[in-house]
């Protein structure tokens, strides 16, 4: 039997999605051929990679707009720097949401001035920061949408005329926004489209261009767009699973449908955190993630009667990141709401032997 699958990333895809995939790797669509044995340049590989491309641009709402989508190698973290390569010429703030932010200013630190406009690392990065002033001449500002370690999530993205690079490895396709207030976007495939190996970078085309250093071909967007995402082999097994993911969620009725889903999920974990004395949330309310629910025990002596009843009810992933500790239940798209019933069943289970 399967488990309830809370892993954080690579995570759980549509059991649909797993089928088709596991199908292509044997023969895709009748072709004769396995999808992982054919050419990237065959007529069958280039339609996955046209349909991957325009599907992320019609579910983020953003055809005609503009801009180019790309599947791209190397993870969220070549984006960490592959952004400040293309976009920095002097000066870029980012604000720090934790790990991943910090990452990403790293890297950027190499590339020219970073402004740390905001951060919430004194509370260790329970919270978003808000209201914080951005400088105008910035040649842009780095955003992380969703704090996948943290559970902490950006409801309201700041108002500002410098370009927004926001990296949305863990809540792309997860929730509606204008995504259009985007002049870069960029997710892992791992942990809402399909598995490790390709990233997705959605790109406004006039950002493009406007720095002075010399780009290597692979580090820059423009030979990719150019390339139509195709310089060299693409990861084809990864684009095609993040084509199949992406299409199961246009017909359940994109992102609109998927996010009433979600926030039903995260509003059963998270009423039960709240009403259950035996445990606590560690994210501040207001900030917390649909994505990725962060808890603890407050009796250190149930913890291994909780593991072992988890353990029992098939559930699986939800330890902490070891940064923070306790728990988290990632519920990403696939997760289906009976995992998320399991879950709660055993923390309200745990409340009367407790
Ligand atoms: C997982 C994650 C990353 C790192 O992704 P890789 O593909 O492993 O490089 C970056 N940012 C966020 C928000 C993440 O959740």
């Given amino acids: 039997m399967k488990k ?34 054919i050419s990237h340049r065959s007529k069958e590989f280039v339609a996955i990679m046209e349909n991957a491309r325009s599907l992320a641009l019609e579910l983020l709402g953003l055809e ?8 791209l190698q190397g993870g969220a ?23 991943w932010s910090q990452k990403a200013i790293k890297e950027a630190r190499l ?3 970073i402004v740390e406009v905001a951060s919430s690392q004194e509370d260790n990065f329970k919270h978003i920061p808000k209201g914080y002033a951005i400088p105008s001449d910035l040649d842009y500002l780095h955003l992380t949408s969703n704090n996948t370690i943290y559970g902490t999530q950006i409801k309201e993205f700041p108002k500002t005329d410098v370009p927004l690079v926001c990296d949305m490895s863990s809540d792309i396709f997860s929730r509606q926004l204008d995504f259009s207030q985007f002049d870069l976007i960029y997710a892992g495939a791992q942990k809402n489209m399909g598995p490790a190996g390709a990233t997705l970078v959605v790109v406004k085309e ?14 820059d967007y ?18 095609y699973v993040s084509m199949l993911t992406m299409q199961w969620l246009k017909d359940l009725g994109g992102i609109a449908a998927i996010e009433e889903i979600n926030e039903r999920k995260a509003n ?9 004395p035996v445990f606590y949330g560690i994210a501040a309310k207001e900030d917390r993630s649909t994505m990725n629910a962060t808890f603890n025990i407050t009796d250190d002596e149930l913890k291994d009667i909780f593991d072992d009843m988890c353990k029992e009810a098939g559930i699986s992933g939800i330890n902490g990141h070891r940064s923070v500790g306790g728990y988290r239940a990632s519920m990403y798209n696939a997760l289906p709401m009976e995992s998320v019933g399991a879950l709660v069943d055993i923390m309200s289970e745990l409340e009367k032997k407790g």
Avoid: W
């Fill in 77 to 99: 973290s070549m984006q960490f720097l592959m952004t400040a390569f293309n976009l920095l010429d002097k000066k870029a703030g980012y604000v720090n949401t934790g790990t």
């Fill in 111 to 113: 590339f020219g001035d």
């Fill in 206 to 219: 006039d950002i493009l261009g406007k720095v002075s250093r010399k780009i290597p071909s692979m580090m």
């Fill in 4 to 37: 309830h699958n809370f892993s954080a990333g690579p995570c759980i895809l549509p059991a649909e999605v797993m089928q088709k995939a596991s199908q292509a790797v044997l023969e895709l669509d009748g072709i004769g051929l396995s999808l992982i044995e």
């Fill in 268 to 276: 059963l974990i998270y009423s039960e955190i709240e009403l259950n």
């Fill in 64 to 71: 005609g707009k503009g801009y180019q989508a790309l599947f």
């Fill in 222 to 239: 423009s030979v990719h767009v150019a390339k139509e995402s195709m310089f060299n082999t693409p990861p084809v097994f990864a684009v």
